[in-house]
């Protein structure tokens, strides 16, 4: 597994990537992605197994952004990951790219679209239940923000995760405190999260968002943690990083500036990649590595295209997964 001083950088580095490709495209949701940089590094970098080259092979780890919005910190992700090339994040919402505003299907690394809040974590429990029909040990996580928490259809997806005992079902709560024009109901608060998700009959985990050491052992607590699902609550601040923005209203789905604010961004965010601490690319996702035999690369490359749905939909009959 990456040493924390290399997730770290992994998670500036998803950072940087999410501040430049929403300010080429002058719109998206930086603030969001910013506040999930931790925990995106830590859990394709260190925790889930699946296969770089391969996102719809079957017994790789499920993955759901239920925040949807934050869309570029995914796609950050999997560039990061080696699936395709980093210069392709600054293509984010233009009208000939597949990296749209929210995640669809149509990408390979997508199993299902995101971006009506509430939703993800019912797609969560569905691919769970299969997986257990299948007799899969894939697990599944989901990423949800806290403001989408006030949606009933999260809680009628907790009642029957619960029911059904989903205990390869791991939720993680980016609790970063901030909606669309106000604080959360919560705020910071994670002791009334905790409550309810154990009322539902979670194991339920707080934790600070921003510590990796912390995020790491609840990762390792919820794949220990047998008959129920986990609930994550990370208390992180919005626009983490970035001191001008972090913690502040006023910025949901607001793009910096290329002129002026993003300069100022990325330059802060580059003074905190720690010197020395990067692995080689090969070695950026060790447990997968070490769980999942992977085949040897073909040649030439299987998705050499620019747009990625091209390589995919080549392959889609036969490469289309439950």
């Not at 100022?264 to 690319?281: F, I, S, T, Y």
Request: with cysteine.
């Amino acid at each position: 597994m990456p040493s924390i001083p290399a997730l770290a950088n992994i998670a500036t580095r998803l950072r940087i990537d999410s501040v430049r490709s929403t300010s080429e495209a002058g719109s998206g949701h930086p603030t969001t992605c910013l506040s999930a940089a931790e925990i995106v590094a830590a859990l394709f970098f260190a925790e889930m197994r699946y296969d770089p080259r391969d996102p719809q092979r079957a017994d790789n780890d499920r993955f759901v952004l239920s925040k949807g919005h934050a869309a570029p910190i995914l796609y950050a992700a999997w560039a990061e990951a080696g699936l395709f090339p980093r210069a392709d994040l600054l293509k984010l919402r233009k009208i000939d790219s597949d990296l749209e505003g929210h995640p669809t299907p149509r990408l390979p690394f997508v199993d299902v679209a995101t971006g009506s809040l509430g939703q993800g974590l019912c797609a969560g429990v569905g691919i769970a239940l299969n997986a257990r029909r299948i007799g899969s040990g894939h697990r599944t996580y989901v990423l949800l923000g806290d403001g989408e928490s006030a949606e009933g259809a999260v809680w009628e997806a907790a009642q029957m995760a619960s029911f059904f005992g989903l205990d390869s079902l791991c939720g993680i709560t980016d609790v970063n405190g901030l909606g669309q024009s106000r604080a959360t109901p919560f705020g910071h608060d994670l002791g009334p999260l905790e409550t309810r998700w154990r009322a539902f009959g979670w194991h339920a985990i707080a934790i600070d968002g921003h510590d990796l050491g912390q995020v790491l052992a609840a990762l390792d607590e919820a794949r220990r943690t047998a008959g129920r699902p986990t609930m994550i609550l990370a208390r992180t601040l919005k626009g983490k990083g970035v001191s001008f923005i972090e913690g502040k209203e006023g910025w949901h789905g607001k793009p910096l500036k290329k002129t002026d604010e993003m300069p100022r961004a990325l330059a802060e965010l580059e003074g905190q990649l720690l010197p020395g601490a990067d692995v080689p690319l090969a070695h950026a996702c060790p447990t997968v590595r070490r769980h999942l035999p992977i085949p040897p690369p073909a040649s030439p490359c299987p998705h050499p295209h620019t747009r990625l749905a091209t390589w995919w939909r080549r392959g889609r009959r036969t490469a289309r997964r439950c």
